[in-house]
């Protein structure tokens, strides 16, 4: 399995509250990528990035922010939540743009 | 409309079974396809790409309609351990931008 460990694996906190997710790799692959999976939806791009200090947002980046400061490490930050934001997450790393992306073992997270 | 269309089922079969799944997509620029698996509250797993000449990987059959916009996934001779969710993924510009279905269900009973 591909080296990708996410933080925490579960939480529970309340609107209004700031929350961060961590998204580790020990593969040193460029592109990591946030995603939200909800039911009946599949899986939903946040935001990616494409190197250390370079992201780029997906199709549902509102409410969300990210940050990339060394090659291994990609945090998801939701600076107020909201109840529309409980959520499974998923990080998901490649080598290239070209190359299929592998996933992490998911976030669940509930906001209240 | 969704940009990737599944029908989520669930598929439920027997052992031993062949089982397909079918896959449309809206985007006609679509560049890249593939068949992920997830296991229940798991992770999802690449399970194959999906080439224009169509593709094998053991019991398992892709296959991509360019004119007609879908992907289908053929599996033969049904295990137990098939039963997840399949999703079915497709590109735009570049495997940046994958728009994922929603998932087909499959449940293979003895």
């Known amino acids: 399995d591909a080296g990708i460990t996410q933080s925490p694996r579960h939480k529970v906190t309340e609107t209004g509250t700031p929350v961060t997710l961590r998204c580790h790799q020990t593969e040193n692959h460029r592109y990591m990528y946030w995603y939200r999976q909800d039911p009946g939806h599949g899986l939903r791009l946040i935001h990616y990035?494409?190197?250390?200090?370079?992201?780029d947002k997906g199709e549902v980046s509102d409410g969300y922010s990210v940050s990339r400061s060394k090659t291994e490490d990609f945090l998801l930050t939701l600076e107020s939540a909201t109840s529309s934001q409980t959520s499974v997450y998923f990080c998901?790393?490649?080598?290239?743009?070209?190359?299929?992306?592998?996933f992490g073992d998911g976030t669940r997270l509930s906001i209240l | 409309r969704k940009e990737v269309e599944q029908d989520p089922g669930p598929f439920n079969v027997p052992e031993g079974a062949t089982v397909a799944f079918n896959c449309t997509y809206s985007?006609?620029?679509?560049?890249?396809f593939f068949w992920y698996r997830q296991d229940c509250r798991k992770e999802p797993k690449l399970l194959m790409s999906v080439y224009s000449s169509g593709n094998e990987d053991g019991r398992f059959t892709a296959q991509l309609n360019r004119a007609s916009q879908y992907i289908s996934l053929l599996i033969r001779d049904s295990k137990l351990s098939d039963s997840a969710t399949y999703l079915c993924v497709v590109t735009r510009r570049n495997n940046n931008d994958m728009r994922f279905g929603a998932g087909t269900r499959l449940t293979v009973k003895p």
């Open positions: 985007n006609s620029a679509s560049q890249s």
């Open positions: 990035s494409y190197g250390v200090k370079d992201t």
């Open positions: 998901a790393i490649s080598g290239n743009s070209n190359q299929p992306q592998h």
